[in-house]
Nanobody, 126 residues
């Protein structure tokens, strides 16, 4: 499966962005999809993920209550709606697909994702 992330941009603190991750290839519904982010000089960190099953969504603590992840298998797309953005949310955001992850802790592990998109830059100004 190939992934393409988009939707990043420049937004003021308190604003919102919706990131999209479009997939191509077969069997998209067999993959869980996660979002990670990487700020300059920092490790890539888990943001949110949506599993194969309805209601199976997971969030990093710093995103709980501020974001919603969703997917549409017919459109082969996953969205990450982010609200109340803060300057510390500034990073390159990557979407990734995993066929192996099966639980909340799994979806937080970068090594379980075999397919990565190219990243989209989110900049939040103060």
């Amino acid at each position: 499966v190939q992934l393409q992330a988009c939707g990043g941009g420049l937004v003021q603190a308190g604003g919102s962005l919706r990131l999209s991750c479009a997939a191509s290839g077969r069997a998209f519904r067999d993959y869980g999809v996660g979002w990670f982010r990487q700020a300059p000089g920092k490790e890539r960190q888990f943001v949110a993920a949506v599993g194969r099953s309805v209601g199976a969504d997971y969030y990093a603590d710093f995103m709980k209550g501020r974001s919603t992840i969703s997917r549409d298998n017919t459109k082969k797309t996953v969205w990450l709606q982010m609200n109340s953005l803060k300057p510390e949310d500034t990073a390159v955001y990557y979407c990734a697909a995993s066929i192996n992850a099966a639980s909340g802790p799994d979806y937080r592990r970068r090594d379980l994702y075999g397919h990565w998109g190219q990243g989209t830059l989110v900049t939040v100004s103060s």
